[in-house]
């Protein structure tokens, strides 16, 4: 079993930055490819970014592609999400995501442990 725990949400003002933080226990991540999704109000949750074991491949959702950052640090058991440049509409809660596989993937059900969410808060 995996457990995660994200940290680093918060209120922001459009323009800003903030670095979301995913720690694991349970087991070591470093075989376990990871993603980021969020979910807004009344809005299903959406894909945001993935990346693989290594940290060598990410993917990200075009509508935050150049202004979010993900990495991991498998000796810390933890990855981290820099969002940069931040809009209204990126206000949501963010969840982290680990799979079985060390492999990218964009798909929410490819994933099978979830921490229990962060609020992110855009104000214009």
């Known amino acids: 079993q995996v457990q995660l725990v994200e940290s680093g949400g918060g209120l922001v003002q459009a323009g800003g930055s903030l670095r979301l933080s995913c720690a694991a226990s349970?087991?070591?991540?470093?075989?376990?490819?990871m993603g980021w999704f969020r979910q807004a109000p009344g809005k299903e949750r959406e894909f945001v970014t993935t990346?693989?074991?290594?940290?060598?491949?990410?993917l990200y959702a075009d509508s935050v592609k150049g202004r979010f950052t993900f990495s991991r640090d498998n000796a810390a058991n933890t990855v981290y999400l820099q969002m940069t440049s931040l809009k209204p509409e990126d206000t949501a809660v963010y969840y982290c995501?680990?799979?079985?596989?060390?492999?990218?993937?964009?798909?929410?059900?490819?994933?099978?442990?979830w921490g229990q969410g962060t609020q992110v808060t855009v104000s214009s």
């Open positions: 995501a680990a799979r079985s596989l060390p492999h990218v993937s964009a798909r929410a059900t490819a994933y099978d442990y």
């Open positions: 990346i693989n074991w290594s940290g060598g491949t990410t």
């Open positions: 349970g087991r070591t991540l470093s075989s376990y490819g």
